[in-house]
């Protein structure tokens, strides 16, 4: 059984992939704490993303192969989806529920209990 915040399971998130239109990303409670992501062209999974908690927001950037994942344990995890290269960030004092990149891909928001956090994505 998933670890619990505040009592309840982790949510079942997934997004289309902006970059590949064939690719669905999915995180959500499970024995594994892990990003799946599935071809829907092939009808399989196409590869797994491990993670340190289990995810509470997701976002995928429309810009970037940058994958955005907030975690109740007040950390950001961003996935460079193109190397497979990984870089977490603090910032939070509570779970971040919602994370969210701007069209532009410049800039991601996230937000947590009642803060909004406003990152700038350079060199992409």
Request: aromatic letters at 8%; a negative charge; one cysteine or more.
């Amino acid at each position: 059984m998933p670890a619990t915040t505040e009592g309840h399971l982790p949510p079942s998130l997934a997004a289309f992939c902006p970059w590949d239109g064939a690719l669905l990303m999915y995180v959500g409670p499970g024995i594994d704490k892990e990003v799946i992501i599935y071809d829907l062209s092939q009808k399989q999974v196409v590869e797994k993303i491990p993670l340190p908690f289990f995810a509470m927001s997701l976002s995928l950037s429309p810009g970037t192969r940058l994958l955005a994942i907030g975690f109740a344990e007040c950390m950001l995890r961003l996935v460079d989806c193109a190397t497979g290269t990984a870089q977490d960030f603090a910032g939070h004092n509570n779970a971040v529920h919602l994370c969210r990149f701007t069209p532009s891909a410049r800039l991601l928001f996230t937000a947590a209990c009642n803060e909004i956090l406003v990152w700038e994505i350079s060199g992409r």
